[in-house]
């Protein structure tokens, strides 16, 4: 009996280990010790379709790391959001370029032979490279150094790598060091690209924390849309956090490797740049909506069956301008309504101009885009432009068609109802004069009406709808701090916006990878205004990874605001500026620079604002309220 119960036991406890294995992280393994991984997942919307051509990049290895090449399509399956995807192609990423980081630790406990073999093998890696591919090099101990941004001089960056020396009794800050290297990689727009950070320790510094960052934004930043990267972890000896090493392996697409002494460095490192040669990609067309989904991949070998997933972000589609009238290849004559419709989203529409055979025929601001044309008679086919244009006059995007023009089409819209010979008929000539005299009657008698019941309405609006309004709006400001009431402007219609009195000039987002700053108007009140990434900046873009952190500065002097760059200084003492430069209206930004109503700035590659000044002398005309729109939020940061 008691034989019995031991027998039983055994069996529970076997059934919930495979369990709790099979549960682990998002992978699910075969008794083989094959694994797959998916890396990333990359969305790119359609040329006028609202469609997305989506590519999953994927690997898979044996128990002893050791890539597996023999995939093919049918072995694969995957799923979006629950439904399965009809695959359209598999092929190697073998000869796509990539984007790697690597990261190296130079703290005190690297000293001596392991740095000696770990700039071995990041030599040996880099060699290893395509003529194609880039690098960056990174080191850090308590501080973090970019050693060398991106570049396809792999000469250079292999003998960059071979003169990178740890340094005694220093930290390890190897999340601020993953975060660096996150941000690299944020600035490659697409393609392949990844991290390699080796380590020998945990974050620490005399004893205490060292990073400002943590594992979660390291997680957090490698897994956007805008900057996914996998990571790729190398542990060296027996003091590293090998758990926490796995876990952000695995939640970003990466591997980690573990070597207990530093003779395994370079086999580890050429496992890596294998595993990266070998990686897939397979392709679907997915018809869903942008933003967050989530993809589950499978694959079947013999009666072994492996799985991944991993969440992605589908952009949203660009404009799209489709005519609605005239049909391609209709005829036309005589007078006819041009008709657009737009559809996708990306920076603010200014207006969209119409064009003939290349030439001008009028232009529209707002929807609906229409426009009354009549060809000329000197017409006979004739290509139509719709151009979507910015407020800067840039062209977004256009639709073209052909027509033809009918002479007869034409002659027959003409009025014909009148008599041909009404010149030498008396009669019929006074008729049609009177016929015109009673409808001119009509037509002022229909206006004045019109008039008189607008004006009514009007009125009777202001008195009752208006004035309620306003009352309690009135209400509700005495009642609410500032806070409370942007949370409530959403409430409430208005013909404008007034700045407050403290503001001396606005700026307004019209575009930043963060979605929840583009329309925001952000109010300027202090006599120096800080723009950058950082926390301590009185006007922050923190997920906006290409803008430096203290990037620009907005200055009010003499009553005229102006704008210039953060200088720094290197390790050397050189002076630096922000990466990717500041511009006003399209020219660079090299000394201080005047902001005059209207002007147009841009940060570092991507994030936009427009200035608009409350300043009388640095105001560019008289402003109306109704240039502001009812919607926007305010934030003052002073």
Excluded at 39 to 59: C, K, N, W
Excluded at 77 to 103: F, R
Excluded at 204 to 216: I, K, L, M, P, V
Excluded at 492 to 514: K, M, N, Y
Aim: hydrophobic share 35%; proline share 4%; glycine share 8%.
């Amino acid at each position: 009996m008691v034989f019995r119960n031991i027998n039983r036991v055994r069996f529970f406890l076997m059934i919930a280990l495979v369990v709790g294995l099979a549960g682990y992280g998002n992978h699910v393994f075969a008794q083989t010790g094959d694994d797959l991984t998916v890396h990333y997942i990359e969305g790119t919307p359609q040329d006028g379709q609202f469609a997305y051509d989506v590519s999953v990049y994927f690997s898979m290895v044996d128990g002893s790391g050791n890539p597996i090449r023999n995939l093919t399509l049918g072995d694969i399956t995957v799923t979006e959001d629950g439904k399965q995807m009809d695959l359209t192609t598999l092929e190697s990423t073998a000869d796509e370029p990539i984007h790697i980081v690597i990261v190296m630790d130079t703290s005190g406990s690297m000293s001596g032979m392991k740095m000696q073999a770990a700039r071995q093998a990041a030599s040996r890696f880099i060699s290893s490279l395509g003529a194609n591919d880039q690098v960056a090099l990174v080191s850090f101990n308590h501080e973090v150094k970019v050693e060398t941004d991106f570049t396809d001089d792999l000469t250079a960056a292999k003998e960059k790598a071979e003169i990178i020396d740890a340094a005694p009794n220093a930290g390890t800050c190897f999340y601020d060091a993953l975060y660096e290297a996150a941000q690299l990689s944020a600035f490659i727009p697409s393609g392949r690209r990844a991290i390699v950070i080796l380590t020998d320790g945990v974050d620490e510094y005399n004893g205490t924390r060292c990073s400002t960052f943590t594992d979660a934004d390291i997680i957090s930043l490698a897994s956007q849309g805008s900057s996914r990267v996998p990571i790729y972890t190398i542990g060296l000896g027996s003091g590293v956090d090998g758990q926490g090493l796995e876990r952000i392996a695995a939640l970003t697409g990466g591997r980690y490797q573990y070597g207990s002494d530093e003779r395994k460095l370079e086999e580890l490192f050429l496992q890596i740049g294998d595993q990266l040669r070998s990686q897939y990609k397979v392709v679907y067309v997915s018809k869903t909506v942008p933003g967050p989904h989530t993809a589950v991949l499978k694959v079947r070998l013999g009666n072994n069956q492996y799985q991944d997933s991993r969440n992605f972000v589908l952009p949203v589609f660009p404009y799209v301008v489709e005519f609605l009238s005239p049909l391609e290849g209709s005829q036309v004559g005589g007078p006819i309504t041009l008709e657009v419709q737009v559809s996708g989203q990306g920076s603010p529409i200014s207006q969209v101009e119409f064009l003939a055979n290349g030439k001008s025929i009028g232009t529209v601001e707002n929807p609906p885009y229409q426009l009354a044309w009549e060809p000329t008679s000197d017409l006979t086919s004739v290509d139509l432009d719709a151009v979507l244009l910015d407020a800067d006059g840039s062209e977004l995007t256009r639709s073209t068609l052909s027509v033809s023009v009918s002479v007869e089409e034409a002659e027959n819209q003409k009025p014909n109802n009148l008599p041909s010979t009404i010149a030498d008929d008396g009669a019929s000539r006074l008729a049609i004069w009177q016929w015109v005299l009673i409808g001119v009657v009509v037509v002022v008698m229909l206006a004045v009406i019109t008039w008189v019941l607008i004006s009514a309405k009007r009125k009777k609006g202001k008195s009752k709808g208006d004035k309620e309004r306003e009352r309690e709006w009135k209400e509700k400001v005495q009642g609410m701090g500032k806070s409370d009431l942007i949370g409530e402007m959403d409430d409430f219609t208005f013909d404008g916006f007034t700045p407050s009195d403290a503001a001396i000039g606005v700026l307004v987002v019209l575009q930043s990878d963060d979605s929840a700053m583009q329309g925001r108007r952000i109010e300027i009140t202090k006599t120096v205004t800080k723009l950058g990434r950082k926390a301590d900046n009185d006007v922050m873009f923190p997920k906006d990874s290409p803008i430096s952190r203290y990037h620009a500065v907005i200055e009010e002097r003499d009553n005229i605001l102006y704008l210039s760059e953060v200088m720094s200084t290197d390790d050397s003492g050189r002076v630096k500026r922000p990466t990717y430069g500041t511009f006003v209206n399209n020219q660079p930004v090299d000394d201080m620079v005047p902001l005059k109503d209207g002007d147009e700035i841009r940060l570092a590659k991507r994030v936009r604002l427009r200035f608009e000044s409350v300043l009388s002398d640095q105001s560019s005309g008289d402003e109306t309220l109704d240039q502001f729109s009812d919607d926007a939020e305010t934030i003052d940061y002073s």
